[in-house]
């Protein structure tokens, strides 16, 4: 019985991540992202600009050193310490959502730096750069809750 209750709190783990992840690109980066003075502007003002100037590529991953790409890192470390309490409460949990954290941070930085690679593994994630409308395509590892919200645009005519 134990086996069935963790396989099922690392699958809801997975799509409370990849949820958090649709919530968190649409409303922090996008939504108070696009203001100047928010310490979240470097998703837009520099992650987006460079990807729409070089075809989806965004040379910031080569290094790491750019502050966007440690922004992200930041972000994301936040948000595992945010969630720390949940290990208490079901250890499987918190480490599928680290795992998912780190898969988030290889897929997305790898889609940048080989954009090949993005536009046939995540090409919604390549869609949401490289589409009319960058206000679509929310989900980066998936486009799963694109699908489930309606927000999955198809298309890279610029």
Request: hydrophobic share 40%; net charge positive.
């Amino acid at each position: 019985m134990n086996i069935i209750i963790n396989l099922f709190l690392i699958l809801f783990a997975y799509l409370y991540a990849t949820f958090l992840e649709w919530v968190v690109h649409k409303y922090v980066l996008h939504g108070i992202g696009k203001n100047k003075d928010s310490w979240f502007n470097f998703h837009w003002h520099s992650h987006h600009k460079k990807c729409r100037k070089n075809k989806n590529k965004d040379d910031s991953y080569e290094t790491f050193l750019a502050l966007s790409v440690r922004r992200e890192i930041l972000g994301l470390y936040a948000l595992l310490v945010f969630h720390l309490p949940v290990y208490f409460l079901s250890p499987y949990f918190f480490y599928t959502l680290i795992i998912c954290t780190i898969r988030y941070f290889y897929v997305h930085q790898k889609s940048h730096r080989n954009v090949e690679w993005g536009k046939k593994n995540i090409p919604w994630h390549y869609d949401h750069h490289m589409g009319k409308d960058q206000d679509a395509n929310w989900g980066v590892t998936t486009d799963i809750w694109d699908t489930i919200l309606k927000t999955r645009k198809k298309g890279t005519k610029v």
